[in-house]
């Protein structure tokens, strides 16, 4: 249903996504990427790359990139900035073990239908050390940006969605935030699948927010410490 979805959307995934966050995704996704604290030459998966936005953005500051989606709809219109594409499901990637540095993840939490497996395999893939970081929408706290944010998310962009792209898919969009757990939960999952230095952090006001982790030291290991801080 996830890949169907995606292949459905992806002619005008980029234009609906700049205009629904205003042109703040490209910020975003720069933010994540500063958020993994990885040198330039660091390999890193864009994991759920869709049409490629971060793998672009990683490529262009010269990391070394590889992108990775569920649906070849999304892989087909991608720009990934001269970055290898894989189809490759997130509970099942087709890379060895424990050889790279960074996994990213934009926008794609919320449509992981196994997010622990998911989670579990990008621990499989980073070496000890490795840095993760999952990027995705969030609600603000302050009470007017959260009446704004409901208005826009919830009224606004299902009607933008509609018009230029898929009704059932931008419909869909606000009701699968509340698929996320709630954060502390969240934060857990990390944990549990062997990261330490689980952090979030709030990126515009609570609109979008950014988890970050490291991978434990150890193959295998999850030490009490794995708990998120
Ligand atoms: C909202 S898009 C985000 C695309 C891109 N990362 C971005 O920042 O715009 C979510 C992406 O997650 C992908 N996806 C969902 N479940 C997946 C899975 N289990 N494995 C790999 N990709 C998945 C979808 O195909 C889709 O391209």
Redesign the pocket.
């Known amino acids: 249903m996830?890949?169907e979805m995606?292949d459905a959307i992806a002619p005008r995934?980029d234009l609906v996504?700049r205009l629904m966050s205003l042109g703040m995704?490209r910020g975003w996704?720069r933010r994540a990427i500063g958020l993994l604290q990885l040198a330039p030459g660091s390999l890193i998966l864009?994991?759920?790359?869709?049409?490629g936005?971060?793998a672009r953005e990683l490529a262009t500051n010269g990391y070394r990139t590889i992108g990775?989606?569920?649906?070849f709809g999304?892989l087909a219109a991608a720009r990934p900035g001269g970055a290898p594409l894989a189809q490759?499901?997130?509970?099942a990637l087709p890379f060895a073990g424990h050889r790279i540095d960074g996994v990213i993840?934009?926008?794609?939490m919320r449509?992981?239908?196994d997010l622990a497996a998911?989670l579990a395999e990008c621990a499989r893939v980073l070496r000890p050390g490795g840095r993760l970081g999952l990027?995705d929408v969030d609600t603000p706290t302050s009470p007017l940006l959260r009446l704004g944010h409901r208005i826009w998310f919830t009224g606004v962009v299902p009607q933008l969605g509609s018009v230029l792209s898929d009704r059932a898919a931008y419909h869909y969009l606000p009701r699968s935030v509340a698929y996320l757990p709630p954060r502390d939960e969240l934060l857990a999952i990390v944990g549990d699948a062997g990261f330490i230095d689980v952090c979030h952090n709030t990126l515009s006001g609570g609109i979008t927010q950014v988890i970050t982790a490291t991978r434990a030291g150890a193959v295998g290991l999850l030490r009490a410490s794995a708990r998120p801080r």
């Open positions: 996830v890949r995606f995934y996504n995704d996704r864009d994991l759920a790359c869709g049409t936005d971060v990775a989606d569920l649906s999304m490759a499901d997130g509970t993840s934009g926008f794609a449509n992981f239908a998911v990027l």
